[in-house]
């Protein structure tokens, strides 16, 4: 088994919609399911660096208000199918500027970056770490 530390974001726009990303059918982890942006930690990067880095590679926008906000972690098989024990680093941020498309770094693709309303998060298929996440910051019922 892989262990790999990874940063991921919840980004809140100036009207309160969530931007998430949603993994294309058969490419994990979490395939077909929607996400929070992020991605790996560079050996030797600093987190809060490697989070607007992977934030900025994956959504093509800039933050603002960079918050830690704890960790979680889960096993689940990684982009290429490997059982990985993910160690996620969270954080929160605000949308700044950009638009919305992946830049560089897209390794494993993604199908939809999107932002949406809380009632719209509602009816998701949300992976299990973002839905934890969501339901801790009040933004599922």
């Known amino acids: 088994m892989i262990h790999k530390s990874v940063v991921t974001g919840v ?3 100036k009207d309160d919609k969530v931007l998430l990303v949603k993994k294309p059918d058969g490419v994990g ?3 077909g399911m929607y996400l ?3 991605g790996g930690v560079k050996t030797g ?3 809060d660096k490697a989070a607007l880095r ?3 590679e994956e959504t093509g926008v800039n933050v603002t208000d960079l918050q830690r906000l704890g960790f979680d972690d889960a096993v689940t098989a990684n982009w290429k199918g490997v059982e990985t024990h993910y160690i996620m680093l969270l954080y929160t941020a605000k949308y700044l500027a950009g638009d919305l498309a992946p830049t560089e770094g897209d390794d494993d693709h993604l199908a939809v970056i999107k932002w949406f309303s809380k009632e719209e998060l509602q009816k998701l298929p949300l992976s299990p770490p973002l839905k934890k996440l969501l339901l801790s910051l009040g933004y599922l019922s």
């Open 54 to 56: 992977e934030l900025y």
């Open 11 to 13: 980004l809140v726009s």
């Open 36 to 38: 929070t942006p992020g």
């Open 29 to 31: 982890p979490y395939a």
């Open 45 to 47: 990067e600093p987190a």
